[in-house]
């Protein structure tokens, strides 16, 4: 069950048992990595919660933390639902790349369809911090290149339990 605290005419946090919560085990891997989590189609909020189970099963990271969600406006295309959105902390052993194809195939096994940009979509997965590094390629900006003009990145990151300036000092 959700607890649902109105931000504005146009927000709104949720929170339960999972968003936020961190997990008392220590990060077992090299890199710490800053998930965004977004999607606007079907049950969403549900879609989250078993997104972080499948995340706790995977060999290749370990779940640290998520922050709240956050339900906010579409941008881009306006013509569709609004959006869901929050952030979950990672280690992994792997290099941005090679996650970054790994969340690609969640995506699809979450139903992600691409049809066209800022398409309505189950789950969209997007790297916003990978530790402290910087890369700009054509498949992958990281920091994310708009993070800091996006509430429903900017209020998850806000309600981590632990200060993320360690993995990404502005």
Do not use: C
């Not at 085990?25 to 049950?43: E, K, M, P």
């Not at 979450?110 to 997965?125: C, E, M, Q």
Request: aromatic share 10%; no cysteine.
């Amino acid at each position: 069950m959700f607890v649902a605290r109105f931000i504005d005419e146009q927000h709104i946090i949720y929170a339960n048992r999972t968003f936020p919560t961190k997990k008392a085990s220590v990060a077992r891997f090299r890199h710490r990595v800053i998930l965004g989590v977004g999607g606007n189609v079907g049950d969403t909020r549900r879609r989250m919660e078993h997104l972080w189970i499948y995340l706790n099963r995977l060999p290749q990271m370990n779940t640290i933390q998520s922050g709240v969600i956050l339900k906010n406006p579409p941008f881009g295309n306006l013509e569709q639902a609004y959006f869901y959105n929050t952030i979950i902390e990672i280690s992994t052993s792997l290099q941005p790349r090679a996650l970054l194809r790994l969340l690609w195939r969640i995506e699809k096994r979450f139903g992600r369809v691409r049809s066209f940009l800022n398409a309505p979509r189950t789950l969209d997965l997007d790297m916003i911090f990978f530790d402290n590094r910087s890369m700009n390629t054509q498949e992958l900006t990281v920091p994310h290149s708009s993070w800091r003009e996006r509430q429903s990145v900017l209020v998850p990151l806000r309600s981590l339990k632990r200060n993320v300036q360690k993995i990404r000092r502005q």
